[in-house]
């Protein structure tokens, strides 16, 4: 027996989960989020830049948010490496491009919050359990939750993480790779202001990047070996303020830690085609890849905005075969360009093979005092035209 029947599903409640359900409700679909429906404990900020701002403006969701983000209106790169060959120091300026920011960082859980009460306001049902079985047909997909729900719509958007049960019913594969590294989360509050810079110091082990925050407050992603990002998560507060002081050329002054850090092994992933069996990947169901640039939750919004045109464009049907295959196209090259650019950067970094480290510093360089071919990585880096 189906206890529900809508024209839309979407199972996963992150952000791009809540923005594809919420989207593809304002285009008249009826949508049933499946997922269960708690507080947040993710401590981490998100950066929304360009686009992705757009699309949460979108969503209903922005004018509530706003207030409690912070604006990125410099991207500044350091090399900090101790290599023969470095590169220059680089600064991106939002004014550059005639833009006020490029975007602004927003806690994580304050954005989710955000996006449940559109949710709800927008009318779209939740069934709140894991999805334990995914049941795709010729004319609809079947989930079944762990409590025995279950939910029949034309279209599914797997928006259920990197180990996706939705992307294996749809039998979509994936290529999957590794690094040697990990990254250690953590927010701090300083004595200088951070200007609405965020800095991201280059280093052998990979990104030191301070995030501004509202305020005279920050948010630190420190990449380095397992071991060592281990190590410095047991330091006591005082002990990680100092260290991350060091690294962070005392730019913002004094630091003391604030709440608690968390380690995430750093991983690749990316699907080879992200729609069939009326199933579209989302966030990282579809693309997994390091926190370097802050493309990754940009990338899943992007995937939630096609996602809804693809159900705005396909009423009759949205899971057909003419809709899967649009969706595909729509991805394709966004989520490989981006994937292939944040790997061959990371790349680049932990390698010791000189003329690989030669071509950053000459790109970095030319892209310095290149001002059209800076707007031009800008202004792709904002808004994407594939």
Not at 152 to 178: F, I, M, P, Y
Not at 196 to 212: A, K, L, Q, R
Not at 275 to 280: E, H, K, N, P, Q
Request: glycine letters at 8%.
């Amino acid at each position: 027996m189906t206890d529900r029947i809508s024209d839309v599903a979407v199972v996963g409640a992150g952000p791009a989960g809540l923005v594809a359900a919420i989207l593809a409700r304002s285009h008249g679909a009826s949508v049933t989020l499946i997922a269960p429906k708690a507080p947040p404990r993710d401590e981490r900020t998100v950066a929304m830049l360009g686009a992705s701002v757009d699309i949460l403006k979108e969503t209903g969701v922005w004018s509530s948010i706003e207030a409690k983000a912070a604006p990125l209106r410099t991207m500044r790169i350091v090399d900090a490496t101790r290599r023969l060959i470095r590169a220059p120091l680089v600064e991106f300026h939002a004014h550059e491009v005639e833009r006020e920011a490029f975007g602004y960082n927003i806690p994580n859980a304050v954005l989710i919050a955000a996006l449940d009460e559109a949710a709800d306001k927008a009318g779209i049902e939740r069934v709140t359990g894991f999805a334990s079985e995914v049941l795709p047909d010729d004319d609809a997909v079947t989930v079944v939750t762990v409590d025995g729900a279950s939910v029949r719509s034309k279209l599914l958007g797997a928006a259920d993480g990197r180990r996706s049960k939705a992307r294996d019913a749809a039998g979509l594969a994936v290529r999957s790779w590794s690094y040697p590294q990990a990254a250690l989360v953590a927010n701090i509050s300083h004595s200088l202001p951070h200007d609405d810079v965020s800095t991201e110091f280059h280093t052998e082990t990979g990104p030191f990047t301070i995030v501004p925050m509202p305020g005279l407050r920050s948010a630190i992603v420190c990449v380095e070996s397992p071991a060592e990002a281990e190590r410095l998560s047991k330091l006591d507060d005082e002990a990680l303020a100092a260290e991350f002081e060091r690294r962070s050329r005392s730019i913002v002054g004094k630091i003391k830690i604030v709440g608690s850090r968390q380690v995430f092994p750093l991983s690749g992933q990316t699907a080879r085609h992200f729609a069939a069996r009326r199933i579209a990947l989302l966030g990282e169901a579809a693309h997994v890849f390091p926190p370097i640039g802050a493309q990754g939750l940009n990338l899943g919004l992007r995937d939630a905005a096609a996602f809804a045109a693809v159900v705005r464009d396909h009423r009759d049907d949205p899971g057909g075969a003419e809709a899967m295959a649009a969706y595909d196209r729509a991805r394709s090259g966004d989520i490989l360009s981006r994937t292939t650019a944040v790997d061959a950067l990371n790349r680049t970094l932990l390698t010791d093979f000189l003329p690989v480290q030669a071509l950053r510093g000459i790109g970095l360089f030319a892209i310095d005092r290149l001002p059209s071919l800076k707007r031009l990585v800008m202004r792709q880096g904002l808004t994407p035209h594939l």
